[in-house]
């Protein structure tokens, strides 16, 4: 008796991998939607890789946190972790980078002023 072993066809199916999107977030209430939205639309779940949110709330005192977890209850893509205070953008990327599953990718802007 013998094996054969599987021919190469070239078109071998890469591993998936999660490719996590940090987002921390102070008062963000009126651009969360929008962001959500382009980053959804832009990088969506490819053929290799399925995309995680993960927002961190910092401590906002607008309607950001509960926009947040209605987005969580939308999409199971989304993860949100809410700080009791603001603790500045480097934190809340900490924070954000030790909840996420896979590979994780943050947008960075300038700041206000």
């Given amino acids: 008796m013998s094996l054969r ?3 190469s066809t070239g078109r071998e199916r890469k591993e998936t991998f ?3 999107v940090v987002l921390p ?3 963000e209430e009126e651009v969360l939607s929008l962001t959500h939205e382009r980053i959804a639309n832009t990088l969506g ?3 290799d890789f399925v995309l ?3 927002y961190v709330n910092d401590g906002s005192s607008d309607k ?3 926009m947040l977890f209605a987005l969580a209850d939308e999409d199971p893509c989304v993860k949100v972790v809410s700080l009791s205070r603001n603790f500045e ?3 809340a990327l900490s924070f954000g980078y030790d909840l996420a599953q896979g590979t994780p990718y943050s947008f960075f802007r300038r700041g206000d002023g």
Avoid: K
Wanted: aromatic share 10%.
């Fill in 5 to 7: 072993e599987p021919t």
């Fill in 25 to 27: 977030c102070y008062n």
């Fill in 89 to 91: 953008h480097q934190a």
């Fill in 18 to 20: 999660v490719l996590s």
């Fill in 64 to 66: 950001t946190e509960v």
């Fill in 52 to 54: 995680e949110f993960v």
């Fill in 45 to 47: 779940n490819g053929p």
